[in-house]
């Protein structure tokens, strides 16, 4: 639902709607991430001496035959007595993912030295991050969308002193989701569509924010995950 209270389709695919598809009972029941493992010393150390883990997820299945783009997203933890996560509700007339809840990021552009580069300044863009109020841990494993993107995700360190202007032609709002909620596997739904023969599956991590609904899935979510299992390790 939009801010205008107008319904923006979550997925351009012909007959989803994500917030229809019915949730599948995953395989495992897993632990939560324990709440002082996402403090900020204990996120240094983790990077500094990262675990022999593996991601779940690193490809979605192709929706086509797009030339795959190099992209980033910020990861953004801030400093909180609990830690959030920032999150962004896109715009509704945006040609891909509109409507859709998402990490700050985007494509990455020539100037840009990294993927790194590109996350700070895509966040700078979309919600008036300061560059000065982050600090970069490290990086996850790519994750390939089905749309051909091939995104870095850079988890930082945020201040709690940060904020956010989000830019109206690309973010609809700015908000912040508890991380413990989102590294508790309670909250993770799996779920199954088919499509032109193939079967497709994806995340979501439903959040109600008061009166707001933040269905938080697809490649989001599936990064989320990867972090999850990242902070288990």
Do not use: C
């Not at 086509?64 to 830690?83: E, N, Y």
């Not at 970069?136 to 930082?156: D, E, K, N, Q, S």
């Not at 079967?199 to 938080?216: A, C, E, K, L």
């Amino acid at each position: 639902m939009s801010r205008d209270g107008t319904t923006v389709p979550l997925a351009k695919i012909p007959g989803l709607d994500p917030l229809r598809v019915p949730a599948l009972s995953l395989p495992e029941t897993l632990p939560a991430v324990p709440l002082a493992s996402m403090h900020a010393d204990a996120l240094r150390q983790r990077f500094l001496n990262p675990p022999d883990w593996r991601p779940e997820t690193v490809s979605e299945k192709k929706f086509g035959d797009r030339v795959p783009t190099q992209a980033s997203v910020l990861m953004g933890i801030v400093q909180r007595p609990v830690p959030s996560l920032v999150l962004t509700q896109r715009t509704a007339h945006l040609k891909t993912h509109s409507g859709q809840v998402a990490l700050p990021g985007g494509k990455l552009d020539p100037e840009d030295a990294d993927a790194i580069a590109a996350a700070l300044r895509e966040s700078q863009e979309e919600v008036g991050l300061d560059p000065s109020h982050v600090e970069v841990l490290g990086t996850l494993p790519v994750y390939i969308t089905g749309t051909a993107f091939v995104v870095t995700p850079v988890v930082a360190l945020i201040s709690e002193h940060a904020r956010f202007v989000p830019n109206p032609n690309e973010v609809a709002e700015v908000f912040e989701v508890p991380l413990p909620f989102l590294m508790d596997p309670a909250n993770h739904r799996w779920h199954q569509f088919e499509w032109e023969g193939d079967v497709r599956n994806w995340y979501s991590m439903p959040y109600y924010q008061g009166d707001h609904h933040r269905f938080i899935w697809g490649a989001t979510a599936g990064m989320l995950r990867n972090l999850y299992r990242f902070l288990l390790a």
